[in-house]
């Protein structure tokens, strides 16, 4: 089992940033493959970013391509996703997960986080 905690979040306007961060206790983080998902209101949740264990391969939606980055730490037991070029569509709460293999899939992952609140108004 592996508990995941979201950090990070908030308003900030178009154009600008934000680094989220999902520190992770229980077993061996590095054991994991990461995924950040993202659901608006009345929306369903989609994929965001995944980082495979290593941290050697990652994958993004293509409406985050070029401005989203995830990386992982292992010795801090800690995945980020650097958010910049904010836009309002990235307004949402993410959600940080933990998956035995890394994929773009939501129902592949076991272990979820609360969810943080990412505002960017239009």
């Known amino acids: 089992q592996v508990q995941l905690v979201e950090s990070g979040g908030g308003l900030v306007q178009a154009g600008g940033s934000l680094r989220l961060s999902c520190a992770a206790s229980?077993?061996?983080?590095?054991?994991?493959?990461m995924g950040w998902f993202r659901q608006a209101p009345g929306k369903e949740r989609e994929f965001v970013a995944a980082?495979?264990?290593?941290?050697?391969?990652?994958y993004y939606a293509e409406s985050v391509k070029g401005r989203f980055t995830i990386s992982r730490d292992n010795a801090k037991n800690t995945v980020y996703l650097q958010m910049n070029s904010l836009k309002p569509d990235d307004t949402a709460t993410y959600y940080c997960?933990?998956?035995?293999?890394?994929?773009?899939?939501?129902?592949?992952?076991?272990?979820w986080g609360q969810g943080t609140q990412v505002t960017v108004p239009s």
């Open positions: 229980g077993r061996t983080f590095s054991g994991y493959a």
């Open positions: 997960a933990a998956s035995l293999t890394v994929s773009t899939r939501g129902r592949e992952y076991r272990h």
């Open positions: 980082l495979s264990r290593s941290g050697s391969s990652t």
